[in-house]
Every structure is written in structure tokens, then in C-alpha cells.
């Protein structure tokens, strides 16, 4: 005896997963339309049409990409699937991640990749967005690898404002007033190295490389403070690396300012006094041609010495010191508005009170 049809049981059909676009768009639909039989048996039918959208506002945005949800307005007439999607699409803001600074300003620290279409469409919704909250410059730093993304930058009105070997910094200004953006690091520090013994002889070098190349000129070491690096440990490193000779540093004899100097920077130099600790000398093959310990007087009678306006200055410093007439600026390890420690470099023997402590 054949059964009714009616009374069979549903068939149930196992359908792949649903994506989650799809669903979003299926749900916002079904919401929205309650005449879509199929889409309503596709997805569990939500309470109501803000539940559905409560669903698309939850989408998760990409790495490296913040999103704001946004209402979707009420609609005033159903919607078809496809609308639906691109309802769900538009319910995101997608903003680059950023920090604020300390100046009113932002920063934007890339690292996820993305096409330079996309990055410029994000880059504006971010701009609107910040000139919205009143935000004054924008810094992006652009590691190596996404140098494509550079053009598309400075296209938006974006300027070079430094580079380190890994990444690119630039930087734009919102406001319609001028920009007062801080300029690029302006100084490089270096130091020259006085070590003088107790025999009165003085550590010095003929170069293999640089402007003394070949002259037979005997001069005092001398480098470039790295970065993070104290002017006292780098004397000290110096000392080192171009003699093998161990040196502990005493002050700061002077200091002279130049313009002009390394592409276009200005030049903080340091001369600096140190007293070895050992006497071996084994100097640096690459840089260094040959290395001595020479009496003072003589080091100060060299022809080149006498001429150089800079260096008789250094010489009558050096021989004022060594006859105990002359102090020069000593390091003291101190701090100021943070719990950073900095060397303060000052004559201690002229003042009382914290400092000579």
C-alpha cells in the first residue's frame, strides 16, 4: 500500500559550508525580504533584520587593516542577494592601523602587504577619518619590503622624511597651515681619541684610508659615535679598535661644530681625554697603517700640526692639561624628567652641591 507523498518525511540535503560573505549576504537578504523561501532554509531565519546586521558588522577585517563598522541607512524596498553583499561590503570602514603620537599627530606602521589600488583607497578613508578627529601629521613607516607602495604615497601628498637600512619613513600634514614637522636628525657626533701615558707620550696612527692617506701625517684616532652610543664608550671603542690598546676615559678636553660636512650635515667632534690601561699595541690591518706611542712634544712639532689652526688649539688644551692648568668636562651619570639614565658632561671641580656628589 503506497503511502501519501505528503506524509513522507523532508528530505534533507548536506550542503557544502556556507561562506561567510555569502552568509552575511544571505542573511541581510533573507532580513529584508521575507518572500525568499530558499535563502530563509539556507540559514537559520535571525530574530529580526538588526540581527542579521549585527552578523555583517562582525566580519572580520584583514591584518594590519582596523574597521569601523558603519549602520547600513534602512532601506525602504527588498533587496536581491547581490545588494546584499555589497551592503555587507560597505557596512566596513577599513582604516590603517595607527598610534597617536605626542604631538596631535599619528602613526602608521605597515606591515602587511597589499597592492598599491587598495592602499591608496585605504590610505584616503584613513586620512578623512583622521582630519575628521582633528589630527595634525601622519607618519608611515614603510619597511623594505613594501617599497611599492611608496609612489602611491607621495601621490596622496606623502614626503620623505628619513630612511634607515630596513625602512622608509614619510610623512604628510593635514591642516591647510604650514607644517611644522621636525626635520631629519641635523648633526653627526664624532670623537678624537688623546691618550696620553704617564711618560707623556701619546697614542697616535697613520691612516690607510681618508684625506691623510699616504701624507706620513701622525694624528690621534678618531670615529663616529653609533647610534645609542655614549661620546665617553665610544672614545673608549675607538682607542680599541684602531690600536688593541684598553683606555679609560677621563673628560671631554673640547668640542668643535661644523657645517657642511657629511652630505650636507653638520659635525659635533669631541675631543676627549683618555689614560691607558694597557700598552701593547696591535693595530686595525684594514683602516690603519701604522701605530705608535710618540712623545707629546714631538707629535706637536709635526709641520702639519703647526699649520692646522684646529689642532694648536687640541695641542695647547692637551699641554695645559698634562701641567694641571687646564679642566676639562668629566661624565656624570644622571637622569632627568624619566627614569632614563644620561651622562651629563660638566667641570666638577668648579661646583658644588648634586653634581659633585
Request: aromatic share 8%.
Amino acid at each position: 500500500m503506497r503511502r501519501s507523498l505528503s506524509r513522507l518525511p523532508p528530505l534533507r540535503v548536506a550542503l557544502p559550508p556556507v561562506p561567510v560573505a555569502v552568509a552575511v549576504a544571505v542573511a541581510v537578504a533573507a532580513a529584508n525580504n521575507p518572500s525568499l523561501p530558499l535563502l530563509r532554509r539556507l540559514l537559520p531565519p535571525p530574530r529580526n533584520r538588526s540581527a542579521a546586521l549585527s552578523l555583517a558588522s562582525r566580519i572580520p577585517p584583514p591584518l594590519g587593516i582596523r574597521a569601523r563598522p558603519r549602520a547600513i541607512g534602512s532601506m525602504s524596498r527588498p533587496v536581491d542577494a547581490a545588494e546584499a553583499a555589497a551592503a555587507a561590503v560597505e557596512s566596513e570602514l577599513r582604516l590603517l592601523s595607527s598610534v597617536e603620537d605626542h604631538y596631535g599627530g599619528v602613526i602608521v606602521e605597515m606591515k602587511e602587504a597589499m597592492d598599491s589600488a587598495t592602499f591608496i583607497s585605504v590610505l584616503r578613508a584613513s586620512i578623512s577619518h583622521w582630519r575628521e578627529q582633528g589630527k595634525r601629521g601622519v607618519w608611515i613607516k614603510l619597511p623594505i619590503e613594501l617599497v611599492n607602495l611608496v609612489e602611491a604615497a607621495v601621490t596622496e601628498g606623502f614626503w620623505y622624511h628619513h630612511a634607515e637600512p630596513k625602512y622608509l619613513m614619510l610623512v604628510y600634514w593635514i591642516p591647510q597651515s604650514a607644517h611644522t614637522i621636525p626635520a631629519n636628525a641635523t648633526h653627526r657626533v664624532g670623537v678624537g681619541v688623546v691618550v696620553m701615558n704617564e711618560k707623556e707620550e701619546v697614542l697616535v696612527v697613520q691612516e690607510k684610508t681618508g684625506i691623510f692617506r699616504g701624507t706620513g701625517v701622525w694624528k690621534f684616532p678618531t670615529g663616529v659615535v653609533d647610534e645609542g652610543e655614549d661620546i665617553c664608550a665610544a672614545a673608549v671603542r675607538e682607542a680599541k679598535e684602531e690600536t688593541g690598546i684598553d683606555a679609560e676615559f677621563v673628560e671631554v678636553l673640547g668640542f668643535r661644530q661644523s657645517h657642511q660636512s657629511f652630505f650636507q650635515k653638520s659635525d659635533l667632534f669631541f675631543v676627549c681625554l683618555l689614560r691607558p690601561l694597557s700598552f701593547d699595541i696591535q693595530k686595525q690591518d684594514v683602516e690603519i697603517e701604522a701605530a705608535q706611542w710618540m712623545p707629546f712634544e714631538e707629535y706637536a712639532a709635526q709641520p702639519f700640526s703647526q699649520k692646522n689652526e684646529l689642532l694648536r688649539y687640541i695641542i695647547e688644551m692637551c699641554s695645559a692639561k698634562k701641567n694641571g692648568k687646564y679642566s676639562g668636562l668629566t661624565p656624570v651619570l644622571t637622569s632627568s624628567f624619566t627614569d632614563q639614565k644620561s651622562y651629563l658632561y660638566l667641570d666638577r671641580t668648579a661646583i658644588s652641591g648634586a653634581g659633585s656628589k
